[in-house]
């Protein structure tokens, strides 16, 4: 036992000396690391500077914030298909209200449009006998209200359904409904089948939250589905023309240079674009789902003073292409095709519903 001791003794001290000389290499380390002094060097001269290409300027587009329903997209009607909550029924109808009061109006979505991709209608039931002398009905303020201009036209177009003849009245209002800037009165001939009516409305005045109105004095059942309202003044109907551009909301127009990209908001009425939409030459144009890139031309002059120079389009870009779920990503080939069958879906990532009336069909008109 005693011959141990002085052994076990000698194993200790050698492993309290590694310890120790341990400790001390770290804290030199550290101590080095600490009062260590690093130099760059970069050499700016002419001779090694590279021209930044023009390729690297660019305009991404997303359908975040309206930029595109309620944006560029000159549909003024705001779930013009009562399809905001999918193919099933009830549906949402949001924004669509009613003009009366329970005791004279009721309105429910059903499965009855004759469109197979798009079932969802609305069904109105007028109650009254004696309806007020305005009449009845439904309306829609567009997103955020309607921009109605003094003089220009606007054409309507709806698809109705009744069992009894009846006359609808068409009005474009004030928010209230107290100012009246244009209205016309359609007969409907009673019918089990689907009638598109077509009517053209010209303002006589200006309000920039206007609304859309459709109304009645005769009980009865009317059916509605894919009501729409357009600025006669738009390119291929499609993207106002004027700088007021109808746009009721503020609209996010995003910018990329070399990857990284930049949002600019901008209130419509108080900034306008210096430029139209027809004078963007579009360089890219990418189709995320099938991954396949047109080369169309180059440049864009100045755009709010933002980027004077721009040579890169991509659209439609971000999270609204993918989508939270997959069942709810950007399909382009639903996006084609007349606006009336195209199902539209639901945004899951920005949460708002688009009815893609503003599609790659739309887009591909642009540079022609």
Known sequence: MGSREPFLSAIFFFFLLLFCLGCKCIASELHLHTTQTAVLKVDASPQHARQIPDTLFGIFFEEINHAGAGGIWAELVSNRGFEAGGPHTPSNIDPWS???D????FVAT?????????????????LCDNCPAGGVGIYNPGFWGMNI???KTYNLVMYVKSPETVELTVSLTSSDGSQNLAS??????GASNWTKLEQKLVAKGTNRTSRLQITT?????VWFDQVSLMSAD???CMIPLKSSWAFSTASNISFTHSGTWFSHRTNIYDVGLKTTILEIPWYELYFPIENQVLDICTYMSDVSGIIDLISIQT??????VEGEWLRNAFRWRESIGPWEERPGHFGDVWHYWTDDGLGYYEFLQVPV
């Open 217 to 221: 004095t005769k009980k009865g059942v």
């Open 234 to 236: 738009t390119y291929k």
């Open 184 to 189: 016309s009165t359609i007969p409907v001939s």
């Open 149 to 151: 201009e003094d003089g």
């Open 98 to 100: 009613i003009i009366g």
């Open 110 to 126: 059903d499965r009855t449009s004759c469109f197979s991709r798009n079932t969802v209608a609305l069904r109105m039931e007028v």
């Open 315 to 320: 659209i439609v870009g971000g999270c609204f």
């Open 102 to 105: 329970d005791s004279s109006i």
